[in-house]
């Protein structure tokens, strides 16, 4: 292994690592994805009634995504 292949196998192993991570809390805490607005008081106020569905399609997309993204970071290392 080159020392260009070491250093991208580590840019790709801390890019793995942190998906898995996101991963590990989508799957292990209560999140979903929201839509809202910020008051004059700081705080978001999730629009959860008419774009509720859109929403929960979108995350499940996102979270294909995520997982996606680490089985093609994965192959790059096997490639390397």
Do not use: W
């Not at 250093?7 to 991570?21: G, P, V």
Request: aromatic share 6%; hydrophobic share 35%; with cysteine.
């Amino acid at each position: 292994m080159t020392e260009g292949q070491y250093k991208k196998a580590i840019e790709i192993h801390n890019k793995l690592e942190s998906l898995h991570s996101i991963e590990d809390k989508l799957a292990n805490e209560k999140c979903c994805l929201m839509y809202g607005y910020e008051l004059s008081t700081g705080g978001l106020v999730p629009f959860n009634t008419p774009i509720k569905d859109i929403l929960t399609r979108h995350e499940a997309m996102i979270r294909q995504e995520i997982y996606d993204e680490i089985q093609k970071l994965k192959d790059e290392i096997k490639a390397i």
